[in-house]
């Protein structure tokens, strides 16, 4: 016997393929599963009705999907602000080759709660640093995910190339590539699960070119369609990485990443700033994915992605927060905005991007990278039941024309419920299933901790 809720009385942007939308109307979740939705009042003769929401004044969206992260950078916020990526990550890899699985549990549990709290029902972390003897770190990150209650994609990072072989990590950072290649195949087997409604998924995930050796990206490709999950790295994202890839390998980064085999739709990539016209048309023609992160481009002067012309040439594109060392936020609503004004920045381009393709960034496009668009990312029958309310009836919205208009262009809006797979994780801002107090205060310890072991090494 299904239990019912029903959602009524809402605005609801279902970012289906027509972007059908209702000024007032209504979802009823059954179990796990969207059951049905539409305009006006929900059917008067549905059974098993557990709960009954009156969503006045709401927006009901599909839930966010976040498409690039890095979780334990939540304990190194704040530093080398003022830094290029190249000179940003020499100056932080000393520090974050000192982790322990104690740290990565806490900073995945930040990280979590930030993300949750604004309306994402679907995380990722590419977590590529794995110190010698810090224990079991893709198990804490799982852990802490499956306790907040989101949807969870692990991307099994690695990073094989150090500076004794032309990359940038210090030598004690990296793994051996058999050691890595190793680990990542044990990671899968233990915890990815390709069943339709998955909480669990790992992709296989080196870091990126300047970190990676060409052996690793390829073997690392080759296992990941051996195991039939998903493949993500970093793309060009900077000149200065352009401009390695030259050096190093006689070619840019989409023809580097093309000649391991790393386009294909089973691919995304973040980042991809630096991208010419062929570029984009290689990724187009193989339905290779992009996570776009405005924020962090931004904050480390990368450059603007030319979002507007990928979504034009048919590119899956996401949106992604990037790792908190390089975006403090750790929200993923607010990139709904940045994407949208940043992609405006430039001569002539106010209609870059416009409120609903910001909002299908966050949602549906994010489906579409992690490979999951048959079951999140829009409200349709028969999909999951991962969706938000955002209250758009406070002094911040109250007075803006249109909802979604609301919702991107206007101040972080506050949600008042958030569902995934019919489960409610979040209340009127707080979780659930997990102390944001607590945390605040073990992620505070634990970059103290981190620290001072960095300071001391
Ligand atoms: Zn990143």
């Not at 590529?128 to 969870?152: H, M, N, Q, W």
């Not at 790295?233 to 050096?247: A, D, I, L, N, P």
């Not at 001569?347 to 990278?369: D, I, K, M, S």
């Not at 999951?384 to 979604?404: C, E, K, Q, R, Y």
Request: aromatic share 6%; net charge negative; with cysteine.
């Amino acid at each position: 016997m299904a239990q019912r809720i029903v959602i009524e009385n809402c605005a609801i942007a279902t970012v289906d393929a027509d972007d059908t939308e209702y000024a007032s109307g209504y979802v009823v979740v059954a179990d796990d599963r969207i059951e049905s939705l539409g305009a006006g009042k929900a059917p008067e003769d549905l059974q098993d009705v557990v709960r009954r929401i009156d969503a006045s004044g709401h927006l009901v969206t599909p839930g966010l999907v976040n498409t690039h992260h890095h979780f334990y950078q939540w304990l190194t916020r704040g530093l080398a602000t003022d830094h290029n990526l190249f000179n940003w990550l020499v100056a932080l890899y000393p520090t974050w080759a000192r982790i322990d699985e104690q740290m990565t549990y806490a900073a995945a549990q930040g990280s979590l709660a930030m993300l949750a709290r604004g309306g994402v029902t679907t995380a990722m972390d590419h977590h590529y640093v794995f110190p010698k003897g810090s224990g079991d770190l893709s198990g804490a990150i799982i852990r802490a995910a499956r306790e907040t209650g989101v949807r969870f994609t692990l991307a099994r990072g690695s990073m094989d190339r150090s500076e004794k072989d032309g990359g940038l990590p210090p030598d004690f950072a990296v793994e051996t590539l058999e050691g890595a290649l190793a680990a990542t195949e044990a990671t899968v087997d233990e915890h990815h699960d390709d069943s339709f409604g998955a909480m669990t998924q790992v992709a296989v995930a080196p870091c990126s070119p300047f970190s990676v050796s060409t052996e690793l990206m390829k073997q690392g490709a080759e296992l990941a369609r051996r195991k039939g999950v998903r493949l993500h790295t970093h793309g060009s994202e900077t000149v200065e990485e352009e401009q390695f890839c030259k050096e190093l390998f006689g070619m840019g980064p989409t023809d580097y990443f093309e000649s391991t085999g790393w386009l294909g739709e089973d691919v995304w990539m973040a980042h991809c700033v630096h991208m010419n016209d062929s570029d984009i048309a290689a990724f187009a023609r193989t339905k290779t994915g992009v996570a776009h992160c405005p924020s962090s481009n931004a904050r480390l002067a990368a450059g603007i992605a030319r979002v507007p012309d990928m979504l034009a040439a048919g590119v899956p594109v996401g949106l992604g927060v990037d790792g908190t060392a390089s975006n403090e936020s750790g929200e993923l609503h607010t990139e709904l905005r940045n994407a949208l004004l940043i992609n405006r920045l430039g001569a002539h381009r106010e209609a870059a991007l416009n409120a609903r393709q910001a909002l299908r960034l966050g949602t549906y496009g994010g489906a579409q990278v992690l490979g999951r668009a048959g079951e999140i990312g829009s409200l349709e029958p028969g999909k999951l039941a991962d969706l938000v309310l955002w209250n758009l009836d406070t002094l911040a919205h109250a007075s803006i024309a249109d909802p979604v208009t609301a919702l991107v262009f206007g101040a972080a809006a506050p949600v008042t419920a958030s569902f995934v797979g019919g489960r409610q994780i979040a209340e009127n801002g707080r979780l659930l299933h997990v102390d944001e107090d607590t945390i605040a205060r073990s992620t505070r310890s634990e970059a103290r901790r981190l620290a001072q072991i960095a300071a001391q090494a």
